[in-house]
């Protein structure tokens, strides 16, 4: 008798059991109801500064190379920045740079990126193939200069580097960068400390329907600067303890900015660091 109760006890039991779990199931079912016919809702998807863009492509095309990538302090000393680059104390050249310096102390916030050079050629032995991508700063503010701007800067030291491996470097990446085989560089007398013989490098281009093109060899076009080179001076190298009766180099350093500007029709600087996401829209990349 007493098993007859419990069997239909816990027969009742399962049957209530049932009842709930199908009623929670069709409940959760019905919460995830898909109406097909709702509008999507539409995603954002976050677009690659044309900075970044030009930074990837840089090193793309530097590590094929067979360059190492090194970059250095951002807040710098005087001596990497200046003095160990040939620049003494109350050397002219200081001037050419209005530099942020940090208060009451040897800081200064580094006004280009030959700082590496000096921080490599101190902490390795050549030979050297080094580029470095970063940022720079400069007391300079208005329609073509920010007071923080990019610099790719390149370098290699070995026993035999000549201008010539330099002038082949400059031009296989220009090229690539530009997409362009008719790419004509110009190679001007210049004067940099840390850098003899120094040169400037033009590169010919024109404006065709409204648009810049590098590499254009139109009747009407023009050079533009858009870099300065050099051999390394041999008072840089003796600063960083490398036997320059043994070795040499050379060292490049460009405009990042300028380089966004050539290759994407940018026109003014300052759109670059105005955070609209106008530009972005008009000027990122999604991958
Ligand atoms: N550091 C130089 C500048 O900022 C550029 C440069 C780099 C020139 C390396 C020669 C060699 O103006």
Request: charged share 30%; with cysteine.
């Amino acid at each position: 008798k007493i098993n007859q109760i419990r069997n239909h006890v816990s027969e009742k039991i399962d049957n209530a059991k049932d009842v709930f779990e199908a009623a929670e199931l069709n409940q959760k079912l019905s919460g995830e109801k898909i109406d097909l016919s709702e509008p999507v809702r539409t995603q954002k998807q976050g677009l690659i500064h044309p900075i970044s863009k030009v930074m990837q492509e840089i090193e793309d095309i530097f590590s094929e190379l067979g360059f190492e990538f090194s970059t250095g302090p951002e807040i710098e000393d005087d001596f990497h920045n200046f003095t160990a680059l040939n620049m003494p104390e109350d050397h002219p050249a200081r001037q050419m740079q209005d530099t942020f310096y940090l208060k009451d102390s040897d800081l200064l916030l580094r006004t280009h990126t030959s700082n590496t050079q000096i921080r490599k050629m101190l902490n390795s032995e050549p030979p050297l193939k080094i580029a470095a991508l970063g940022r720079v700063f400069r007391r300079d503010s208005d329609q073509t200069h920010t007071p923080m701007f990019h610099q790719f800067e390149g370098f290699m030291v070995d026993e035999n580097v000549n201008m010539g491996h330099l002038k082949w470097i400059l031009e296989s990446f220009l090229e690539k960068f530009f997409e362009t085989k008719n790419l004509e560089l110009r190679f001007r007398p210049s004067f940099f400390p840390f850098t003899e013989p120094s040169a400037e490098v033009d590169i010919n281009y024109a404006i065709e329907q409204g648009r810049i093109k590098v590499g254009s060899k139109s009747k009407d076009s023009k050079f533009m600067e858009i870099l300065g080179c050099g051999m390394i001076h041999p008072n840089v190298l003796t600063n960083c303890n490398i036997d320059a009766e043994k070795f040499q180099g050379f060292a490049f350093g460009i405009g990042v900015e300028r380089l966004a500007m050539l290759k994407y029709g940018i026109t003014d600087l300052r759109m670059f660091f105005d955070n609209d996401v106008r530009f972005l829209q008009n000027f990122g990349f999604e991958e």
